[in-house]
């Protein structure tokens, strides 16, 4: 398998920290010392979760110098679809002009690990010869679940979507492959970070009985507990598969939950500043567009290069743990 291409959408709407202090009777200041994000992206009026994925798709293949109607899947990761059905890869094929016909597209769902499950996914169906160009991207809509009476939760996220395109070797190359693959997970951490309303249990229908239900609750703490004590081990056994551990790593490409866990990277696990793609600041944690964020801005940042040992690594609710050790 080989990366050939990303592309990111950057939705319209900038809305900085201080901009929701105003909004919110913050004192000035409180959303960037508590989140440690100073602007973020949220859609403007017509961006929907297909249409952000969409862009995203199409700059990756104009990087790739091919069209929609080179893929043979597109695989979408989000959190909250844009609507129950049809899918949202449905109507992001749909946004491409794509001819369908044999083109295969559907949605996954990992939380936060989305486009690492997609990844994983398409390195399967390359391998297997299922497919021969595969599109993943993952498109997230999260201010429109937020409760800002939560300053940790509501100042942290922002929207976007971004996607990679990837092809099969027909002949090895060296620098081209995927030498990693790790997914783990420990559910009884499943109330760390929660949105308990909007499905099956509690809907317009059946309604919750707090309509707050319908944001999300997240346990930062929890959450970094969980990190802190599964993450060593969770990274020492993809080593072992990859062959070269995260300080040895060229690029780490993570997935920009908080700045604690941006910390944690550097400092506990010994990763040099300069190797950690970090872009919290000024995206926040986009949840499953945040990691192909970062790596689109690697890449078309010149801070890839052929051969690198490469680590795409992320957390997700539940608690999960996924990574993708590559050459690129």
């Not at 293949?61 to 929609?68: H, I, K, S």
């Not at 946004?95 to 949605?107: K, S």
């Not at 760390?192 to 239900?213: F, H, L, Y």
């Amino acid at each position: 398998m080989r990366l050939v291409g990303t592309g990111v959408h950057e939705p319209g709407r900038v809305v900085t920290s201080l901009a929701l202090d105003a909004e919110h009777g913050r004192a000035p200041g409180t959303t960037e010392q508590r989140c440690e994000v100073v602007s973020r992206r949220w859609v403007a009026p017509g961006e929907t979760s297909s249409v952000m994925a969409a862009s995203a798709v199409r700059q990756a293949l104009d990087v790739a110098g091919m069209g929609v109607q080179d893929l043979d899947a597109l695989v979408v990761a989000a959190v909250v679809p844009e609507q129950p059905m049809p899918t949202t890869a449905v109507l992001t094929l749909r946004e491409l002009g794509g001819p369908g016909g044999d083109t295969e597209a559907f949605d996954v769902n990992s939380s936060s690990l989305g486009f690492l499950t997609g990844v994983e996914i398409a390195a399967l169906g390359l391998a297997a010869g299922r497919w021969g160009t595969v599109g993943v991207v993952a498109t997230e809509v999260a201010s429109a679940r937020l409760d800002h009476d939560d300053v940790e939760a509501s100042g942290l996220f922002g929207d976007g979507a971004a996607a990679a395109v990837l092809v099969r070797e027909l002949v090895r190359r060296p620098g081209s492959a995927v030498v990693g693959l790790r997914f783990e997970l420990w559910p009884d951490a499943a109330g760390a970070s929660v949105i308990a309303a909007g499905g099956t249990r509690w809907n317009t229908a059946t309604p919750p009985p707090d309509d707050r239900a319908y944001r999300l609750v997240m346990d930062s703490p929890a959450v970094a507990r969980a990190t802190a004590a599964h993450l060593p081990g969770f990274l020492a056994a993809l080593a072992g598969q990859a062959g070269f551990t995260l300080p040895e790593a060229d690029l780490v490409v993570p997935h920009q939950a908080s700045a604690a866990g941006l910390r944690l990277l550097r400092e506990r696990l010994g990763v040099p500043d300069e190797r950690v793609v970090d872009i919290l600041t000024d995206h926040g944690n986009q949840v499953s567009a945040s990691l192909p964020t970062a790596l689109h801005t690697a890449a078309s940042g010149g801070r890839l290069a052929r051969g690198d040992r490469v680590v795409l690594v992320g957390t997700g609710a539940g608690f999960g743990l996924g990574a993708v050790a590559l050459r690129y």
